[in-house]
Protein backbone atom coordinates (compact mmCIF):
# COMPACT_ATOMS: atom_id res chain seq x y z
CA UNK A 1 0.00 0.00 0.00
CA UNK A 2 1.78 3.21 -1.03
CA UNK A 3 1.80 6.29 1.34
CA UNK A 4 3.19 9.73 2.48
CA UNK A 5 4.41 10.33 5.77
CA UNK A 6 4.69 14.15 7.45
CA UNK A 7 6.89 13.16 10.33
CA UNK A 8 8.39 15.47 13.30
CA UNK A 9 11.31 14.62 15.95
CA UNK A 10 8.91 14.89 18.98
CA UNK A 11 5.07 15.09 18.06
CA UNK A 12 1.76 14.80 20.21
CA UNK A 13 1.09 11.86 18.68
CA UNK A 14 -0.06 10.35 14.72
CA UNK A 15 -3.03 11.09 12.48
CA UNK A 16 -3.93 8.26 10.44
CA UNK A 17 -5.54 10.56 7.37
CA UNK A 18 -8.10 8.39 5.50
CA UNK A 19 -8.79 10.32 1.95
CA UNK A 20 -11.51 11.19 0.33
CA UNK A 21 -12.45 9.18 -2.94
CA UNK A 22 -9.34 10.42 -5.97
CA UNK A 23 -7.16 8.60 -7.79
CA UNK A 24 -4.30 8.73 -5.55
CA UNK A 25 -2.89 10.36 -2.57
CA UNK A 26 -1.03 12.48 -4.74
CA UNK A 27 -1.92 16.44 -3.90
CA UNK A 28 -2.61 15.23 -0.33
CA UNK A 29 0.05 16.53 1.14
CA UNK A 30 -1.19 20.05 1.49
CA UNK A 31 -3.55 19.35 4.15
CA UNK A 32 -1.07 17.82 6.13
CA UNK A 33 -0.37 20.87 8.00
CA UNK A 34 -3.47 21.58 9.46
CA UNK A 35 -2.09 18.69 11.98
CA UNK A 36 1.48 19.02 11.93
CA UNK A 37 1.13 22.73 12.86
CA UNK A 38 -0.42 21.11 16.19
CA UNK A 39 2.72 18.80 16.74
CA UNK A 40 1.38 15.75 15.07
CA UNK A 41 3.00 13.11 12.52
CA UNK A 42 0.62 12.59 9.43
CA UNK A 43 0.18 9.45 7.85
CA UNK A 44 -2.05 9.15 4.62
CA UNK A 45 -2.00 6.05 2.73
CA UNK A 46 -3.84 4.84 -0.86
CA UNK A 47 -6.78 2.42 -0.94
CA UNK A 48 -5.86 -1.00 -2.87
CA UNK A 49 -6.29 -0.40 -6.27
CA UNK A 50 -5.52 3.54 -6.26
CA UNK A 51 -2.34 5.19 -7.22
CA UNK A 52 0.97 3.11 -6.72
CA UNK A 53 -1.12 0.75 -4.49
CA UNK A 54 -1.92 -2.95 -6.06
CA UNK A 55 -4.93 -5.07 -4.83
CA UNK A 56 -8.23 -5.98 -5.98
CA UNK A 57 -10.40 -3.72 -4.22
CA UNK A 58 -13.67 -4.53 -1.63
CA UNK A 59 -14.66 -3.28 1.59
CA UNK A 60 -13.18 -6.57 2.88
CA UNK A 61 -9.51 -5.93 1.60
CA UNK A 62 -9.52 -2.36 2.58
CA UNK A 63 -10.74 -2.93 5.80
CA UNK A 64 -7.63 -5.62 6.28
CA UNK A 65 -4.93 -3.57 4.27
CA UNK A 66 -5.95 -0.30 7.01
CA UNK A 67 -5.75 -2.53 9.65
CA UNK A 68 -1.92 -3.58 9.24
CA UNK A 69 -1.46 -0.04 8.58
CA UNK A 70 -2.63 0.19 12.23
CA UNK A 71 -1.02 -2.36 13.75
CA UNK A 72 2.20 -0.61 12.37
CA UNK A 73 1.47 2.62 13.46
CA UNK A 74 1.27 0.66 17.04
CA UNK A 75 5.09 -1.28 16.58
CA UNK A 76 5.86 2.43 16.76
CA UNK A 77 3.63 4.47 19.16
CA UNK A 78 1.24 3.89 22.02
CA UNK A 79 -2.09 3.38 20.76
CA UNK A 80 -3.47 6.05 22.91
CA UNK A 81 -1.18 8.73 20.61
CA UNK A 82 -3.03 7.63 17.29
CA UNK A 83 -5.76 9.98 15.87
CA UNK A 84 -8.07 8.57 13.46
CA UNK A 85 -9.32 11.15 10.64
CA UNK A 86 -11.70 10.07 7.98
CA UNK A 87 -12.65 12.40 5.44
CA UNK A 88 -15.85 11.75 2.97
CA UNK A 89 -15.39 8.46 1.39
CA UNK A 90 -12.77 7.41 4.02
CA UNK A 91 -15.14 7.94 7.05
CA UNK A 92 -16.46 4.66 6.78
CA UNK A 93 -12.68 2.96 7.14
CA UNK A 94 -11.79 5.38 9.78
CA UNK A 95 -14.74 4.10 11.48
CA UNK A 96 -14.15 0.35 11.42
CA UNK A 97 -10.58 1.22 12.19
CA UNK A 98 -12.28 2.94 15.38
CA UNK A 99 -14.66 0.08 16.06
CA UNK A 100 -11.78 -2.63 16.34
CA UNK A 101 -9.05 -0.75 17.76
CA UNK A 102 -8.57 1.83 20.65
CA UNK A 103 -7.70 5.11 19.42
CA UNK A 104 -7.44 8.28 21.04
CA UNK A 105 -10.20 9.81 19.08
CA UNK A 106 -11.94 9.44 15.67
CA UNK A 107 -12.58 12.69 13.32
CA UNK A 108 -15.33 12.27 10.66
CA UNK A 109 -15.28 15.05 8.06
CA UNK A 110 -18.41 14.65 5.86
CA UNK A 111 -19.36 11.26 6.46
CA UNK A 112 -21.85 9.39 5.19
CA UNK A 113 -24.80 7.01 6.80
CA UNK A 114 -23.90 4.30 4.70
CA UNK A 115 -22.61 4.05 1.17
CA UNK A 116 -25.10 2.78 -0.77
CA UNK A 117 -26.92 6.31 0.44
CA UNK A 118 -24.87 7.99 -2.28
CA UNK A 119 -23.69 4.86 -4.56
CA UNK A 120 -24.23 6.48 -7.83
CA UNK A 121 -21.98 9.70 -6.82
CA UNK A 122 -19.21 6.92 -5.81
CA UNK A 123 -19.57 4.75 -8.78
CA UNK A 124 -16.33 5.86 -10.06
CA UNK A 125 -14.72 4.55 -6.95
CA UNK A 126 -16.40 1.13 -7.08
CA UNK A 127 -18.59 -0.60 -9.63
CA UNK A 128 -22.32 -0.16 -8.41
CA UNK A 129 -22.59 -4.17 -8.28
CA UNK A 130 -19.51 -3.52 -5.61
CA UNK A 131 -21.16 -0.64 -3.54
CA UNK A 132 -24.13 -2.68 -3.37
CA UNK A 133 -22.29 -5.67 -1.83
CA UNK A 134 -19.92 -3.74 0.09
CA UNK A 135 -22.41 -1.05 1.40
CA UNK A 136 -19.79 0.74 4.07
CA UNK A 137 -22.30 0.99 6.70
CA UNK A 138 -20.74 3.47 9.06
CA UNK A 139 -23.93 3.73 11.00
CA UNK A 140 -23.31 0.24 12.12
CA UNK A 141 -19.51 0.37 12.76
CA UNK A 142 -20.13 3.17 15.33
CA UNK A 143 -22.07 1.54 17.41
CA UNK A 144 -18.92 -0.11 18.63
CA UNK A 145 -16.44 2.87 18.88
CA UNK A 146 -15.91 3.32 22.46
CA UNK A 147 -13.41 6.74 21.78
CA UNK A 148 -14.62 10.23 21.78
CA UNK A 149 -16.09 10.70 18.09
CA UNK A 150 -16.03 14.34 16.39
CA UNK A 151 -18.12 14.43 13.32
CA UNK A 152 -17.22 17.46 10.86
CA UNK A 153 -20.15 18.70 8.14
CA UNK A 154 -20.70 21.23 6.08
CA UNK A 155 -25.02 22.43 5.54
CA UNK A 156 -24.45 23.24 1.89
CA UNK A 157 -22.84 19.69 0.78
CA UNK A 158 -24.37 18.26 -1.99
CA UNK A 159 -22.40 15.24 -2.77
CA UNK A 160 -22.88 13.85 1.14
CA UNK A 161 -26.20 15.34 3.20
CA UNK A 162 -25.59 17.58 5.99
CA UNK A 163 -28.33 15.04 7.88
CA UNK A 164 -26.18 12.27 7.56
CA UNK A 165 -23.78 13.42 10.42
CA UNK A 166 -26.86 14.58 11.86
CA UNK A 167 -27.91 10.89 12.00
CA UNK A 168 -24.82 9.22 13.10
CA UNK A 169 -24.40 11.77 15.93
CA UNK A 170 -27.39 10.56 17.73
CA UNK A 171 -25.82 7.47 17.66
CA UNK A 172 -23.67 7.62 20.12
CA UNK A 173 -24.71 11.04 21.63
CA UNK A 174 -22.28 10.84 24.96
CA UNK A 175 -19.30 10.47 22.93
CA UNK A 176 -20.07 11.94 20.25
CA UNK A 177 -19.60 16.25 19.37
CA UNK A 178 -20.89 17.50 16.12
CA UNK A 179 -19.55 20.80 14.46
CA UNK A 180 -21.27 22.14 12.12
CA UNK A 181 -20.59 24.64 9.46
CA UNK A 182 -22.79 27.36 8.30
CA UNK A 183 -22.30 27.22 4.66
CA UNK A 184 -19.64 25.60 2.26
CA UNK A 185 -20.02 22.59 -0.30
CA UNK A 186 -18.25 18.88 0.19
CA UNK A 187 -14.54 20.22 -1.06
CA UNK A 188 -13.61 23.32 0.61
CA UNK A 189 -13.71 22.44 4.17
CA UNK A 190 -9.87 24.18 4.28
CA UNK A 191 -11.16 27.50 3.04
CA UNK A 192 -13.09 28.29 6.00
CA UNK A 193 -11.76 29.53 9.11
CA UNK A 194 -14.47 28.01 11.05
CA UNK A 195 -12.82 24.57 10.16
CA UNK A 196 -9.34 25.55 11.60
CA UNK A 197 -10.61 26.96 14.65
CA UNK A 198 -12.92 23.60 15.45
CA UNK A 199 -9.55 21.33 15.29
CA UNK A 200 -7.98 23.79 17.28
CA UNK A 201 -11.14 23.29 19.87
CA UNK A 202 -11.14 19.27 18.99
CA UNK A 203 -7.27 18.96 19.57
CA UNK A 204 -5.96 21.28 22.39
CA UNK A 205 -9.02 21.37 24.66
CA UNK A 206 -9.24 19.42 27.49
CA UNK A 207 -12.55 17.35 28.32
CA UNK A 208 -14.67 18.82 31.38
CA UNK A 209 -16.56 17.13 34.04
CA UNK A 210 -19.78 18.73 34.41
CA UNK A 211 -20.92 18.82 37.96
CA UNK A 212 -24.75 18.54 37.21
CA UNK A 213 -25.93 19.01 40.75
CA UNK A 214 -25.40 22.96 39.95
CA UNK A 215 -27.44 23.35 36.71
CA UNK A 216 -30.74 23.18 35.68
CA UNK A 217 -31.05 19.55 34.35
CA UNK A 218 -33.60 18.90 36.75
CA UNK A 219 -35.16 22.19 36.09
CA UNK A 220 -38.99 22.43 34.83
CA UNK A 221 -40.60 25.19 32.27
CA UNK A 222 -43.81 25.50 33.98
CA UNK A 223 -47.07 26.46 31.09
CA UNK A 224 -48.72 30.03 31.63
CA UNK A 225 -51.69 28.35 31.44
CA UNK A 226 -51.14 26.12 34.69
CA UNK A 227 -52.50 26.97 37.82
CA UNK A 228 -50.89 27.87 40.98
CA UNK A 229 -51.64 25.87 43.57
CA UNK A 230 -52.70 27.28 46.91
Known amino acids: MACVSFLKGESKGVFLYLKGNSKSIKGWGKFAVDFTRHGYNVLIVDYRGFGKSTGKRSQKAINRDLQLVYNKIKELTSEERIILYGRSHGSGFATKLASMNNPKMLILDAPYYSLTKVTARYAPFMPLSLLMKYPLPTYKWLKYVQCPIHI ?73 NSKKKA
Do not use: C, W
Open 152 to 224: IHRTHDKLIPYKSSVKLAQIKPKLTKLYTMIGGGHKNLNNFESYHKMLDDILNSEPKTIDLEITSINGIHTSK
